[in-house]
């Protein structure tokens, strides 16, 4: 009878104590950060381009975000005088192959809205210029390095199509094909 009261004891210790371990599990995964906001330096030195982006972490290796990016009328986009954009918005889906929550290696899809000026140009003077907007899909790989203190540096390139324009008959428009390269900071909260 002692055998069986020391065994039963001994199961309740180890079931609450099994409890008690799946708990701290729960509380340590529900204090992992799930958003993360960034601004991209690369462009903003580069072709004075303010792009801010948020992200939601959805798992350990998944996340998905948004980007705003906003170009000074003017500022040539691609280094060319032809077009510029003025407004974009990035929408993607980014892969993890780290064991570490959301960091290290990358790959991207993303999709792309983009709203600029074509300028028309005769013998090297400026006529006039037509908005344009455009749809993009795109594919790339990054890195991510995340600090303890959820600080991170993104370094990131792809390349995107454009798979349609809203605006058909401009005599120059935006590239078919373009990169998209990217250095960015930001904070996972």
């Given at each position: 009878m002692k055998i069986i009261k020391i065994t039963f004891w001994v199961v309740c210790v180890l079931f609450v104590s099994n409890i008690n371990a799946q708990e701290v599990k729960k509380i340590e995964k529900e204090?992992?950060?799930?958003?993360?906001?960034?601004?991209?330096?690369?462009?903003l030195v580069t072709i004075n381009k303010?792009?801010?982006?948020?992200?939601?972490?959805?798992?350990?290796?998944?996340s998905i975000g948004l980007t705003l990016a906003h170009t000074n009328k003017g500022e040539s986009i691609f280094g060319v005088?032809?077009?510029?954009?003025?407004?974009?918005?990035?929408?993607?889906?980014?892969?993890?192959f780290s064991e570490k929550h959301t960091q290290g290696f990358y790959i991207e899809f993303f999709g792309r809205y983009s709203n600029g000026d074509a300028f028309v140009y005769n013998n090297h003077v400026y006529q006039y210029s037509v908005e344009q907007n455009s749809l993009y899909l795109?594919?790339?790989v990054g890195y991510k390095f995340v600090t303890k203190c959820n600080f991170f540096i993104n370094v990131n390139v792809g390349l995107a199509k454009k798979?349609?324009?809203?605006?058909?008959?401009i005599p120059y428009s935006k590239p078919n094909i373009f990169v998209q390269t990217g250095i960015s900071i930001g904070k996972r909260f």
């Open positions: 204090k992992e950060p799930k958003h993360e906001i960034s601004l991209e330096l690369f462009e303010l792009e801010i982006s948020y992200s939601y972490l959805l798992n350990n290796s998944n005088d032809n077009f510029h954009d003025n407004f974009s918005v990035n929408m993607n889906y980014k892969h993890f795109g594919a790339g798979v349609y324009s809203f605006n058909k008959n």
